[in-house]
């Protein structure tokens, strides 16, 4: 079954059907929450807060556009609010957000995970928590979640030029402080 | 290791398995979706114009606002704000409460009416509060 034809299921009040969405944009909405507060409460409530505005508008999603882009411009909109509202998530410095990796649950929610990568990804939620939200989400569609600059331009709501420049201050920022982190190793 | 290395690494995570209870718990008890009729067409002109004249309107509030803040807390939030970027989020979460919000939980650019409200009530409201003595001065100021 297509996806079109299960967003139609979805609309005329298929549980189901909506499960079968959760299963398939569900590591989206929770790698983009997540490395956007790097704290598994906040990234579960937001995705959940994600997928539950979903169902109560799927009636409305009037198919324009590919249901994708429409989950991910959810998904930009409630973890940006969500940051907006908390300013102890919103000025996490690196450091901060480095300690809050908890290896024993990242590996358990990671089964495939090493222990080189929690230390991967601490580094990268290091250097990550070093931009701006905007630049940090911009930065995650693009090199993490591999989203080409016309969708993350669609997700949020920004013209392209604008997310390019995002992308490339935010690598720029990136690439200074990796090379940082390298030295000072 | 260069920044493409951290990206080249960078795991796909697992959603946890909690989180479809919890998603589809909140789904089952809520009322299932209605079909909405497809809306075609462009704004009305009224619309339109609510859109221009209601983000200048509230950026006129804040401006007021700002200039109703004492000289010195005004410098302090002057040099909170190191750059340009801190200084365009300092406004934008300033004035995000004053507008509608689309389903996406996006800003629509109105504004609505009872959160501009709100929003002045509450930003006078701390600046007075926080500065009896001006409302004072300001009263002995009208009387004379």
């Known amino acids: ?185 | 290791m260069n920044i493409d290395d951290f990206f080249r690494k960078a795991n796909k995570l697992e959603a946890p398995e909690a989180l479809r209870d919890k998603v589809m718990e909140e789904i089952e008890k809520s009322t299932p979706p209605l079909r909405e009729p497809g809306w075609i067409g462009k704004p009305s002109k009224l619309v339109t114009l609510r859109r221009i004249v209601a983000p200048l309107a509230a950026a006129a509030v804040l401006f007021l606002a700002i200039r109703l803040i004492p000289e010195q807390e005004r410098v302090e939030v002057k040099s909170a704000a190191k750059n340009a970027d801190e200084l365009a989020l300092f406004v934008e979460n300033a004035l995000n409460p004053v507008f509608s919000h689309d389903i996406t939980g996006g800003r629509t650019g109105d504004v609505d009416s009872d959160n501009l409200d709100s929003f002045v009530e509450n930003t006078l409201e701390s600046v007075f509060n926080t500065n009896p003595g001006e409302v004072e001065n300001a009263d002995a100021a009208g009387q004379a």
Request: glycine share 6%; net charge negative; proline share 2%.
């Open chain 1, 1 to 185: 079954m297509s996806e079109t034809q299960i967003v139609d299921r979805a609309r005329a009040g298929d549980k189901d059907a909506f499960g079968d969405l959760y299963e398939l944009h569900k590591n989206f909405v929770w790698n983009v929450a997540y490395r956007m507060v790097y704290d598994f409460d906040e990234a579960e409530d937001i995705a959940q807060d994600v997928f539950v505005t979903a169902w109560k508008n799927i009636g409305s999603f009037q198919g324009g556009s590919k249901f994708s882009t429409w989950l991910y411009k959810i998904t930009v909109n409630k973890t940006l609010n969500r940051l907006r509202g908390n300013r102890r998530t919103r000025e996490l410095s690196g450091e901060a957000v480095y300690n809050m990796i908890d290896e024993k649950e990242f590996l358990k929610s990671n089964p495939g995970a090493a222990l080189e990568d929690v230390e991967t990804e601490r580094a990268l939620a290091k250097l990550l928590g070093e931009l701006d939200p905007e630049k940090r989400m911009a930065v995650i569609l693009r090199e993490i979640m591999g989203l080409s600059y016309e969708e993350i331009a669609k997700a949020t709501d920004s013209p392209v030029g604008t997310v390019r420049s995002r992308i490339s201050r935010g690598r720029a920022r990136l690439s200074e402080l990796a090379e940082k982190m390298e030295q000072s190793k």
